[in-house]
């Protein structure tokens, strides 16, 4: 129960914070993330931390929070002038009403808003402008990627490698692998987690509209234009995400590179470059190599955005995941949904695990949430989820004498990856002449190596 005897109108307030009765914070919802930067904490350390303990002034006496707790009564609209271990200084105007049950105080819950002294006002514009983008427009961290297995174990392991650095990345996996959630997941691990992530599908754009979706617009530049930011400038501090990047005509990958490695652009007719401070990753569906050989994508530009690339697996290629997987997901929608599943029927697991899941992760939560609707008791059938799968384990038994059905570009794969590592091993690992015996480049046999996993 919260004592609301003195409750005001909440609805100027940006920030809502819960302790329990130590004043450890269990609960937060800030407006702006920069805050945190300013304590000096990153969100996921926030948590379970007394707090007190982020101020250089704040102590159990002047502290609204421990000061509730120890009187049971609320405070209302006080102001509070707060320094943190960096010296900055933090204005605030807050109400704190007990959390009581029965007649026992187990924590509070503070409502407050920052604002600014005449002297700080140049700290404005460090915060959000508007309160409707007051996130940074993500939903995913590294702790959404859930796994057990040993490539994805590397692959979040590269991934907070890579947080730390203002490098491109490419990302490279089938639909459904999770390209957005972990371009997503080195935003919120990098020090860029305060400002925007923006996110661009450059498939889902008309090719008459991506340019000035990307580099905006100036106003009389075309009939009807005006003074509009692309995509570009709305990601400035943060990151901007281009999905698909395949998709992009080459002319307009002349302009991406120029962006890229200049850090600045110019809107559609206009007459000034305008600089950038933002991290760019791409990512694609489709391979690379071929993309390459089929002047899809622009050398230069593929080399400038691969500067790192992370190259995400197939769910068929990570089985032992499944199970994970849907205990994740059968967890979320009974967080969700008005059903609570308790199992599935092994049945259903064997399904799961010999179905080729073209759809990849995607398609495995959207077949768990086809069972929620189909499901008549606390537990999954057969009957529950799609047909397309319990069609596929009926035409899958064919192959039981042993030889695994291959499709071309899989059986060729399989052969390249066999020639490369018969000439390592002739080579004794030495790249440069397995690179002269092959024929080809070494950049060239680095991608293949790090695509086939040799490295």
């Not at 205990?327 to 009974?334: R, T």
């Not at 049945?347 to 077949?367: H, M, Q, T």
Request: hydrophobic share 35%; with cysteine; glycine share 6%.
């Amino acid at each position: 129960m919260i004592d609301l005897e003195n409750f005001e109108n909440l609805s100027n307030f940006d920030n809502i914070l819960v302790t329990d009765e130590n004043g450890t914070i269990i609960f937060y919802d800030l407006a702006d993330l920069n805050v945190l930067k300013e304590l000096d904490v990153r969100p996921e350390n926030f948590l379970g931390r007394k707090i007190t303990t982020f101020y250089k002034n704040l102590t159990n006496e002047n502290s609204t929070v421990m000061r509730v707790l120890k009187s049971g009564i609320p405070l209302c609209n006080v102001k509070q002038e707060m320094i943190t271990k960096r010296g900055f200084v933090i204005n605030s105007i807050s109400s704190t009403y007990p959390i009581k049950e029965q007649d026992r105080i187990i924590g509070v819950i503070e409502f407050a808003k920052h604002y600014y002294a005449k002297e700080n006002i140049h700290s404005l514009d460090k915060y959000a402008s508007n309160k409707i983008y007051r996130r940074n427009n993500t939903i995913y961290t590294i702790d959404d990627i859930i796994t057990s297995n040993p490539i994805m174990e590397l692959v979040k392991s590269k991934i907070n490698k890579v947080a730390k650095t203002n490098s491109t990345v490419l990302i490279y996996g089938r639909t459904g692998t999770g390209k957005e959630m972990v371009a997503q997941a080195i935003h919120n691990s990098s020090d860029r987690f305060d400002k925007p992530f923006i996110s661009l599908n450059c498939g889902a754009i008309p090719e008459s509209l991506i340019e000035s979706t990307l580099f905006g617009t100036t106003k009389g530049s075309f009939t009807g234009s005006e003074d509009v930011p692309g995509l570009f400038e709305q990601a400035e501090g943060g990151m901007l995400f281009l999905d698909e990047i395949n998709s992009l005509n080459i002319n307009l990958q002349v302009k991406l590179l120029k962006a890229i490695e200049e850090k600045t652009i110019r809107r559609i007719g206009g007459k000034k470059n305008i600089g950038l401070n933002i991290r760019v990753i791409a990512a694609t569906n489709e391979d690379p190599e071929v993309l390459l050989e089929e002047n899809r994508i622009r050398e230069d530009l593929f080399y400038r955005l691969g500067v790192v690339q992370i190259n995400l697996p197939t769910l068929k290629e990570r089985k032992e995941d499944i199970k994970v997987l849907l205990d994740h997901y059968i967890e979320f929608y009974n967080n969700n949904m008005n059903l609570y599943i308790e199992d599935v029927q092994k049945d259903v697991l064997e399904c799961f695990k010999n179905y080729s899941w073209p759809g990849n992760i995607r398609e495995l939560k959207n077949a768990v949430e086809t069972a929620y609707n189909n499901v008549s008791s606390n537990v999954i059938t057969i009957n529950d989820i799609p047909d397309r799968i319990t069609s596929f384990r009926q035409t899958s038994k064919i192959a039981n004498a042993g030889s695994e059905v291959r499709s071309l570009k899989e059986s060729v794969d399989a052969y390249e990856k066999e020639i490369i590592v018969s000439e390592l091993n002739k080579a004794n690992g030495v790249i440069a002449e397995t690179a002269r015996r092959l024929g080809t480049s070494k950049q060239s046999l680095k991608y293949k190596m790090d695509k086939y996993r040799l490295r």
